[in-house]
Each structure stands twice: as C-alpha cells, then as structure tokens.
C-alpha cells in the first residue's frame, strides 16, 4: 500500500528565511511519481511540481528547489529567502503505476511573516 | 485563463436537500475527478471518470453520485446531504493518460455548508 507522511504540521517562518518541507513516501512499486501542491486559503490545489521514480535528479525552480532521495524515501521541497506570499498548505503527493489513484500526505501548513 | 471552474463557489444547502456541485474544464482533459477534503485533511477521492467511464471508491458513501454529460462537463450530485458533507469539494482533470501517472489539475473548489 502506498502512504505519503509530512510529519511537519506548522511551520512559521519570517520572510526571507529559508525553509524545507519534509516528506516521506512509502511503495513497493518500482514505477511511481511524486507530487508536491501548494493550497493557498483560497482552496485551489496549485500543481508545483511532478517526478518519476526513474528521475532522481534534483530540480530548481526560481526560489523553489526539490531533493528526491529514493535511498531514504524522501521528497523535500525548499522554499529560499521565503515569502509572505508563500503562506499556504503544502501537499507532498504519490501516485503508483498500478494504482489508479493519487495518495496525499496530511500537509504541512507554512506560515510566513514579516 | 481559467482551466477548471467549479460552480459555486460557495453554496449553503439545508440538511437532507440535494444539492448539485458544477466543475467544467477547458483543457480538453479525458479524466475529471471529484475529491472531498474537510477542514484541516488532505483530498479524498470520492470517484473519477475516464472519458465515459465511471470509478467509484469503495469508501464513497452512496450518497454521492456524478454525471458527466460530455467532456468538459462533471457534476457532484450529493443527495441528501447531512451535517458530516459539509467540505471543500474540490474538482480536478489530467489528460488521459495512465491515470495515476498524469498530473491532476485542480479547480479552485467548491465550499459547501449544511445548515
């Protein structure tokens, strides 16, 4: 079965510190992907980023970064010299190859103030 | 610019009154989905189509049903809604793929309370 955890809940920040969302996947699967959403209070769930399991190269994204680590399970996600806009849910994600469903972590709310 | 429209995006129903939630797309996408995700939880998916073809999660209360009339269209028809279905639903598409390898899209969602 597979299972996605963020054992962070909450996380405050002020702006411009930097800041890593953890989190750990579990799957028997060979063949799988990896999502990371971000959900701003105004409810939308907004795509960031998605890898495969083949890829475990890391990816930078203007202040966002992302370490995929198959050896521990992990798929962090780093926000650099944050900001108040980055305030929201962060949802790390999995999907199997032989599953037809998209399983959520429980979120880790990012609070980020002045 | 929008993709995915939920409509409305808030709506109040009374207890046991059906109500119906709207989610259209403009990305040509084969596969709508339709979560449920209360305060504070992450997304459930309650069911998905692939193009016609209707999924059900074995854990969706027969109390939630669907339609999707053509491909930009899916409704979330809740049939006698109690105090338990008040959620955010949150409508999303991918293109058509494996399912599970495609990246879902999500609507901004639908807010509905139950008085």
């Known amino acids: 079965a597979q299972k996605v955890t963020q054992a962070q809940t909450e996380i405050s920040v002020v702006e411009k510190e930097d800041v890593t969302l953890d989190c750990v996947y579990e799957?028997?699967?060979?063949?799988?992907?990896l999502f990371w959403y971000k959900q701003p209070p105004s409810g939308e769930l907004v795509f960031l980023i998605r890898r495969n399991s083949f890829d475990e190269q890391n990816e930078i994204s203007g202040r966002y970064s992302w370490n995929f680590q198959k050896s521990t399970s992990s798929f962090n996600f780093t926000i650099t010299a944050s900001q108040v806009v980055d305030s929201a849910v962060y949802f790390c994600a999995l999907s199997e190859s032989t599953a037809s469903k998209l399983t959520f972590g429980t979120g880790t709310r990012l609070q980020v103030t002045l | 610019d929008a993709m995915v429209i939920q409509n409305p995006r808030y709506q109040v129903t009374q207890f046991g009154k059906p109500v119906t939630l709207s989610c259209s797309q403009t990305?040509?996408?084969?596969?709508m989905y339709w979560y449920q995700q209360k305060s504070s939880q992450a997304p459930k998916l309650l069911f998905h189509?692939?193009?016609?073809?209707?999924?059900n999660e074995a854990d969706t209360p027969d109390n939630f049903q669907s339609r999707r009339p053509n491909t930009s269209f899916c409704f979330l028809d809740i049939r006698s809604p109690g105090l338990g279905d008040a959620a955010m639903y949150l409508c999303?598409?991918?293109?058509?793929?494996?399912?599970?390898?495609?990246?879902?899209?999500f609507g901004p969602g639908t807010r509905l309370t139950v008085l």
């Open positions: 999303a598409t991918s293109r058509g793929g494996p399912i599970s390898t495609d990246t879902q899209y």
């Open positions: 189509y692939y193009d016609k073809d209707f999924n």
């Open positions: 799957t028997r699967d060979t063949t799988y992907y």
């Open positions: 990305l040509n996408h084969n596969v």
